[in-house]
T-cell receptor, first 113, second 111 residues
Framework: NAGVMQNPRHLVRRRGQEARLRCSPM?????VYWYRQLPEEGLKFMVY????????ESGMPKERFSAEFPKEGPSILRIQQVVRGDSAAYFC???????????FGPGTRLTVT | GQNIDQPTEMTATEGAIVQINCTYQ??????LFWYQQHAGEAPTFLSY????GLEEKGRFSSFLSRSKGYSYLLLKELQMKDSASYLC????????????FGKGTKLSVKP
């Protein structure tokens, strides 16, 4: 049973470009969470999605960030017009139901130059 | 407000026992989680407490006191591979399921 998969593992973007981060949840999991981890900081919740629905986006910056989890395919976290402060590790987690323990993917390390 | 506190760093000796404390202040409570995270890797689930008391799982145990807003993770028979960051996370009762994480405790196990 494959775990949570994220790609790419490393992503380098210049300021102003777009970054697309992908997350495929564990088989049988329909709940996806995105977290951001800055150096020496804890994981910060960004957004919680179920298939085709955004359930909670209270942790998402109001501008430039968006997320989706379509009926088919992976969940996508999209960052438009990236800035240096967006450099971080972005982790995706999935769970079979709301409230169950969350299983994390390996993360995408975004570097903005 | 929401606040999760845990020590920044700890050092222990191989074969020993170490206790990592976590205190929390949240507007509600619906479970406390411990995760292990090796440098550059994903957090991996260790334990879950929602009721007061001790949960034991092999070399790892986790304790919760809801009235005190306090938990600890106990690691026995330490091994070098236990060197990692240990993350305490709380699910607020009002949350949709997302977790509020502390900054993590970096544990170094020395021979």
């Amino acid at each position: 049973n494959a775990g949570v998969m994220q790609n790419p593992r490393h992503l380098v973007r210049r300021r102003g470009q777009e970054a697309r981060l992908r997350c495929s949840p564990m088989k049988g999991h329909s709940h996806v969470y995105w977290y951001r981890q800055l150096p020496e900081e804890g994981l910060k919740f960004m957004v919680y999605l179920q298939k085709e629905n955004i359930i909670d986006e209270s942790g998402m910056p109001k501008e430039r960030f968006s997320a989706e989890f379509p009926k088919e395919g992976p969940s996508i976290l999209r960052i438009q017009q990236v800035v240096r402060g967006d450099s971080a590790a972005y982790f995706c987690a999935s769970s079979p139901q709301r409230g169950n323990e969350q299983y994390f993917g390996p993360g995408t390390r975004l570097t903005v130059t | 407000g929401q606040n999760i506190d845990q020590p920044t760093e700890m050092t222990a000796t191989e074969g020993a026992i170490v206790q990592i404390n976590c205190t929390y202040q949240t507007s509600g409570f619906n479970g406390l989680f411990w995760y292990q995270q090796h440098a550059g890797e994903a957090p991996t689930f260790l334990s879950y407490n929602v009721l007061d008391g001790l949960e034991e799982k092999g070399r790892f145990s986790s304790f919760l006191s809801r009235s005190k807003g306090y938990s600890y993770l106990l690691l026995k028979e330490l091994q070098m591979k236990d060197s990692a960051s240990y993350l305490c996370a709380v699910r607020d009762r009002g949350s949709q399921g997302n977790l509020i994480f502390g900054k993590g405790t970096k544990l170094s196990v020395k021979p």
